[in-house]
């Protein structure tokens, strides 16, 4: 009976032990479980045989990755009445040109900032993943000016440090300092044919002249929903809604001489944005295709895992703490109890196999 109760008691401390060293392995975080801490970003600018240097980019943290092809705006820009659900390619980059002059009239401060370098070249590091709206300057050699097309890209990842290279698209155009051209600014209403009590009778729009206020005109049917003036074509020109109607969104798009104000219902729109000082959609979308375009690539991103870590300037995996939030100490001392109860059940084992014998 008493060698019963001795065997008994061996596999008991086994088994203690086995649980004792499962439950540490349990403590241990999941490896590629965790979200990436910070992603590496390159912007290559260059149109055929030009290097663009010396041209600034602003960086914008604007949304998170919700499903797939939908975001939500945080932050600066979460009040904005812009849809991001359901983007395709062309909705994707309306929403970065419509992103990209909220950001430039409202003057929100960017998350990161730098200049290409000779090669036309610029890497950005230690970003926080999310969704990012590039803003580039534009750059004039001689008589030809190249302007950037605002960009949105998701810097999000699992696992370690990624890296991210783009090529932005340019609109390239001529100009002549001096010259005076002819602008217009059409308002257009979309998705909204059983809901004419929703549309404003009178809207206003505000035109900006290289960030300034330049004219408050009024639209309404009786104009068209348009408005020409004549400017310098040099000018950094934007147009504004200076209230979006509720339940609507916007979108603007423009070449050199024509402004685009979309308004689309819809029943969850965002809340309506009312500008106080300034506020503004951006100038990159062609409505008529009267530019030049290059065959410079479109704007695609390339990402690569790094190994080892990734980027300079990002942490080392093994100096982390769990994700659980649990704390490491804990860990080795479960391990080495669990195995100071096999061994423990082990020996009884043994001399009750001695003493059967």
């Known amino acids: 009976m008493q060698k019963k109760l001795v065997r008994r008691c061996g596999m008991l401390v086994v088994a203690l032990g086995l649980m004792i060293c499962l439950t540490a ?27 663009l240097s010396d041209t600034t980019w602003n960086f914008y943290r604007v949304g998170e990755h919700v499903e797939d092809h939908t975001y939500v705006l945080t932050g600066d820009f979460a009040d904005y009445p812009v849809s991001m659900e359901n983007l395709t390619d062309k909705a994707m980059q309306d929403a970065a040109d419509t992103l990209e002059n909220y950001a430039v009239l409202d003057k929100i401060e960017p998350d990161d900032t730098g200049v290409t370098d000779e090669s036309g070249m610029l ?16 750059k004039t050699i001689g008589y030809t000016e190249y ?22 698209k340019y609109r390239v155009q001529d100009t002549l300092s001096g010259t005076v051209v002819r602008f217009t600014v059409q308002k257009v209403w979309m998705n909204d044919d059983d809901q004419p009590e929703s549309r404003s009778t009178a809207l206003k729009v505000s035109i900006y002249q290289d960030e300034d206020l330049y004219e408050e005109v009024t639209l309404t049917e009786e104009n068209d929903w348009s408005y020409t003036w004549n400017g310098l074509a040099e000018s950094d020109w934007r147009v ?23 308004n689309t219902y819809e029943e969850k729109a ?29 704007v695609t991103t390339m990402r690569t895992n790094s190994p ?32 100071v109860c096999m061994v423990i059940g082990w020996r009884l084992s043994k001399k009750h196999k001695r003493g059967i014998r």
């Open 25 to 51: 392995h349990l403590c241990l975080p999941p490896v590629f479980a965790a979200e990436s801490e910070t992603c590496s970003l390159t912007l290559v600018c260059e149109v055929e045989d030009v290097i």
């Open 123 to 138: 890497t950005v590091d230690s970003l926080k993943p999310g969704l990012y709206l590039l803003s580039g300057t534009s």
């Open 147 to 168: 302007i950037p097309s605002a960009i949105l890209i998701d810097l999000t990842a699992d696992g370690e440090t990624f890296d991210f290279t783009a090529y932005p």
């Open 240 to 262: 504004e809604e200076v209230e979006v109607p509720e339940n609507y969104t916007v979108i603007y798009r423009s070449n050199e001489q024509q402004y685009l104000i979309v």
């Open 270 to 298: 965002p809340p309506s944005k009312t500008t106080t000082m300034t506020t503004t959609p951006s100038e990159t979308t062609v409505i008529t295709q009267t530019t030049t375009q290059t065959d410079q690539p479109p």
């Open 308 to 339: 080892g870590g990734g980027s300079s300037n990002s942490s080392n995996s093994s100096s982390r703490l769990p994700q659980t939030g649990q704390l490491w100490w804990p860990v080795p001392v479960l391990i080495g109890g669990g195995l």
